[in-house]
């Protein structure tokens, strides 16, 4: 699927349509049928294979469906994930 996602001639990815304002927006879903899981995201425009990302959300996630902010979000966080929490402000004994 992620080399149908870059092909630019296949209506997936980096060929897909373009949005009535000329930008692209993305959706993937991906569900494991044995295992009753599915993961889906959509309105995605910087993920460079949506069917991956959907794949984190069906793995690594809580949740079956992201969209829009959320799922750029999350995508971000898959890539760097957020810094540990910083220390107790005093010693634990």
């Known amino acids: ?3 149908l996602e870059t092909d630019p001639l296949f209506n997936s990815g980096r060929g897909s349509a373009l949005t009535e304002k000329g930008t692209v927006e ?3 879903s991906i569900m494991d049928g044995p295992k009753r899981r599915c993961g889906a995201v959509s309105g995605l425009t910087t993920v460079k294979n949506p069917i991956s990302l959907a794949r984190l959300v069906m793995e690594k996630s809580p949740h079956s469906y992201l969209a829009f ?3 750029e979000e999350f995508a971000r966080q898959q890539v760097s994930p957020p810094p540990p929490p910083p220390p107790p402000p005093y010693p634990l004994i």
């Open 1 to 3: 699927m992620r080399e």
């Open 26 to 28: 993305m959706e993937a």
């Open 69 to 71: 902010s959320g799922a």
